[in-house]
Nanobody, 124 residues
Framework: QLQLVESGGGLVQPGGSLRLSCVAS????????IGWFRQAPGKEREGVSC????????DYADSVKGRFTMSRDNAKNTVYLQMNSLKPEDTGVYYC?????????????????WGQGTQVTVSS
């Protein structure tokens, strides 16, 4: 069974950067497309980005395009989310999840194996 663990969150000032990591165990990471999602207080969870099994394609929410970059290292069973030019509206708990599809689609309903999340707070 696939298990995912997120890390790398923290408190950062507006305009700053963070890199989140999502480490997989239990099954090979390259069996899955991986997505990053976030949930702000009082708001629904939203898709942020996803990356296909071997990193050939990515998809991003319009709100993060040009600022966030997702990558993966299947040999290390790890997926990354580099977040630059952070804004207060990026604040939330960030989760990674896995979809057995070959290509990523943030609207997929097949994302599962959710991690416990990592808190990102953007504030001055």
């Amino acid at each position: 069974q696939l298990q995912l663990v997120e890390s790398g969150g923290g408190l950062v000032q507006p305009g700053g950067s963070l890199r989140l990591s999502c480490v997989a165990s239990g099954l090979p990471l390259d069996y899955y497309t991986i997505g990053w999602f976030r949930q702000a207080p009082g708001k629904e969870r939203e898709g942020v980005s996803c990356i296909s099994r071997h990193g050939g394609s990515t998809d991003y929410a319009d709100s993060v395009k040009g600022r966030f970059t997702m990558s993966r290292d299947n040999a290390k069973n790890t997926v990354y989310l580099q977040m630059n030019s952070l804004k207060p509206e990026d604040t939330g708990v960030y989760y990674c999840a896995a979809d057995p599809a070959f290509f990523c689609n943030l609207r997929s309903t097949r994302f599962a194996s959710w991690g416990q999340g990592t808190q990102v707070t953007v504030s001055s």
